[in-house]
Nanobody, 125 residues
Framework: QVQLVESGGGLVQAGGSLRLSCAAS????????MGWFRQAPGKEREFVAG????????LYSDSVKGRCTISRDNARNTVYLQMNSLKPEDTAAYYC??????????????????WGQGTQVTVSS
């Protein structure tokens, strides 16, 4: 069982920045692929960013590419999502997820085994 706890969400003005964190339990965190997803009211959950266990490989959705950076600190069992130049359309609940198997596709939500409770990001115009 892997527990994931997100933090760092909040209210920010357009153009601002936030850094989300996701702390994970588990003794083999460095082997997990991790992902960030988001879901806005009335919309489907969508992939934001993903990172392999070693941190050497990352993937971003087109909607955040160039504005967001995913990283991880395996010594702290934590994955981060740095979000810059935030836009009102970034408003959503953000969830981190863990793939403990290491499947090929980082962007597919059904490839993730565990999910956090989410943290709300609200961007005002």
């Amino acid at each position: 069982q892997v527990q994931l706890v997100e933090s760092g969400g909040g209210l920010v003005q357009a153009g601002g920045s936030l850094r989300l964190s996701c702390a994970a339990s588990g003794r083999t965190f460095s082997s997990y692929s991790m992902g960030w997803f988001r879901q806005a009211p009335g919309k489907e959950r969508e992939f934001v960013a993903g990172i392999r266990g070693s941190g050497s490989s990352t993937l971003y959705s087109d909607s955040v590419k160039g504005r967001c950076t995913i990283s991880r600190d395996n010594a702290r069992n934590t994955v981060y999502l740095q979000m810059n130049s935030l836009k009102p359309e970034d408003t959503a609940a953000y969830y981190c997820a863990a793939d403990i198997v290491g499947r090929i596709r980082l962007s597919l939500s059904h490839n993730y085994d565990y999910w956090g409770q989410g943290t709300q990001v609200t961007v005002s115009s």
